[in-house]
C-alpha cells in the first residue's frame, strides 16, 4: 500500500488549496455572523429559494417557450453532501458507478485509507475518476447550484455564507450597507435557481451528453487498463520519449500514471492539436508513441466521437442557460446588485463575456425567435455548427 498511500497524499497535495479556502470560508463566516447578527439579519438561502422558485419557473416557460416540470424540488447540501453529489455528477456505466460514489464520498471525508484501499482496489478506475474528483471538487467555491433528476441542488454551503462575509468585508455600518448586499444575495439565488431550471427543461441535450460522457470514461478506462499492463521497459522508453519527469524505479504505479496522465485524450491531442480537435475526422499519433502502444491510434480514433457529443451537448446546454439568463434578468435590480457586490463587475460587462454557445444561441435566436430552444434541444448542434451557427441553421431549414 506504501506507493498507493503516497498518491492518496499527492491527491490532497493538489486540492489543498481548495480545502484551505473551504476552511477560511467556514471561518470567516462564523466571525462576520458574530459581528453583525445584532445588527442586521439575512433571509435563510431555503426561505428565499422557495420564494422565487415559482416566480422564476413561469418566466423560464415564458422565454424558453417550454413547458418547466411540476415535480422540481429543492436541496440544500452542506459541503460533503454537496462534494458527494459532485460523484453522481460524474457520469460512468453500471461497472464504475460504485467505485465513483465510493471515491467521492472518500474524498469528501478526506478519509485517506479508504481512498488507498480504493486505488489497489482498481487502479485503472482510480486513475480515471481521481481527476474528476480534482476538477469537480476544485471548483465547489464557485458553484452556487447543480440540477440532476428533477432536483435542484443549491450550494448551502456558500450560498448562505458569502453575503455575511461580503458584509463583514464592507464594514460598517452594516445596517446602511446590508439593503446592497441582501439585494445582491437574492439575485445570486435567483440567478442560481434560474440557471438550474432551465437546465432541467434540456432533457435531450443532458441525456447525449449522460451518454457520450459514459463513452468517453469507458475509453478512457480501457487506455489505462493498456498503460498499466505495459512492462518496465515500454514505460521507461515512452516517459524517456514524451520527456515526462523522472520518477525512480521504486515508484512503478507513479511512473505508469504519469504516462496515463500524459497520453490522455484529453489531455494529450488537445494539448499537441488544440480545440481544433473537437471539429476533427481524423487523429494521427507519433510512429514512435504507436510503435510501443500499437492500440493507441485506434482508442484516440474511438474517443473522437463521444467527446465531440459530449462537447457539443455541454456546450449548448450552457449556452443556451447564458443566453437566457442574460434576457431574463437583463432588468433585475437584485441581479445588477449580485454583479456589483459578489462578482465586482457589472451588467455591461457581463453581456460582453464571450461564449461560444452564448454566441450560438443568440445568433440562431435573432433568426428563429422562441422557436430556437425547442430546436436546440430536439436537433443538437455539432461541434462545427456551434462553431458557425449558420451551418446549423442551413440544416433545420432542409
Request: hydrophobic residues 40%.
Amino acid at each position: 500500500m506504501g506507493e498507493f498511500v503516497e498518491f492518496t497524499e499527492a491527491l490532497f497535495g493538489q486540492l489543498s488549496v481548495e480545502i484551505d479556502e473551504e476552511r477560511e470560508i467556514a471561518e470567516l463566516a462564523v466571525k462576520a455572523n458574530d459581528d453583525i447578527a445584532e445588527k442586521v439579519q439575512f433571509k435563510k438561502l431555503e426561505d428565499i429559494a422557495k420564494e422565487v422558485l415559482p416566480i422564476l419557473k413561469n418566466k423560464v416557460e415564458e422565454f424558453l417557450g417550454i413547458k418547466v416540470s411540476d415535480n422540481i424540488q429543492l436541496e440544500f447540501p452542506e459541503l460533503e453532501e454537496l462534494k458527494k453529489l459532485k460523484g453522481k455528477k460524474v457520469f460512468a456505466d453500471k461497472d464504475a458507478k460504485e467505485f465513483v460514489t465510493e471515491l467521492f464520498t472518500a474524498v469528501a471525508k478526506e478519509n485517506r485509507n479508504k481512498i488507498a484501499e480504493l486505488m489497489k482496489k482498481d487502479t485503472a478506475k482510480y486513475l480515471v475518476y481521481s481527476t474528476y474528483a480534482i476538477q469537480y471538487i476544485s471548483k465547489i467555491t464557485t458553484t452556487y447550484g447543480d440540477y440532476l433528476d428533477d432536483i435542484i441542488y443549491l450550494n448551502k454551503f456558500i450560498l448562505s455564507r458569502y453575503p455575511q462575509i461580503i458584509l463583514h468585508k464592507q464594514g460598517e455600518p452594516y445596517e446602511s450597507r446590508f439593503e446592497n448586499v441582501n439585494s445582491g444575495y437574492l439575485g445570486a439565488v435567483k440567478m442560481t435557481v434560474l440557471e438550474e431550471l432551465i437546465h432541467s427543461v434540456q432533457e435531450n441535450l443532458q441525456q447525449i451528453n449522460k451518454n457520450a460522457a459514459i463513452e468517453v470514461n469507458r475509453i478512457n478506462e480501457e487506455l489505462a487498463r493498456i498503460i498499466l499492463s505495459l512492462d518496465s521497459e515500454t514505460i521507461n522508453k515512452l516517459s524517456e520519449y514524451c520527456q515526462l519527469q523522472a520518477v525512480p524505479d521504486d515508484f512503478p504505479f507513479a511512473k505508469k500514471a504519469n504516462l496515463f496522465f500524459f497520453l490522455n485524450p484529453d489531455h494529450f491531442l488537445i494539448e499537441q492539436i488544440g480545440p481544433d480537435v473537437m471539429t476533427f475526422t481524423h487523429v494521427e499519433i507519433d510512429p514512435k508513441i504507436g510503435e510501443l502502444i500499437p492500440q493507441l491510434l485506434d482508442i484516440y480514433k474511438r474517443w473522437l466521437v463521444p467527446i465531440q457529443q459530449h462537447h457539443a451537448a455541454f456546450t449548448a446546454m450552457e449556452g443556451m442557460a447564458g443566453f437566457a439568463i442574460e434576457n431574463i434578468l437583463k432588468d433585475d435590480q437584485d441581479f445588477q446588485n449580485y454583479l456589483t457586490t459578489f462578482m465586482g463587475t457589472d451588467f455591461s460587462s457581463y453581456q460582453v463575456r464571450k461564449s461560444m454557445g452564448k454566441d450560438f444561441a443568440k445568433i440562431v435566436y435573432e433568426k428563429l425567435g422562441k422557436d430556437t430552444f425547442k430546436k436546440m434541444i430536439e436537433i443538437p448542434p455539432n461541434t462545427r455548427e456551434l462553431k458557425d451557427p449558420q451551418l446549423y441553421l442551413k440544416k433545420l431549414s432542409q
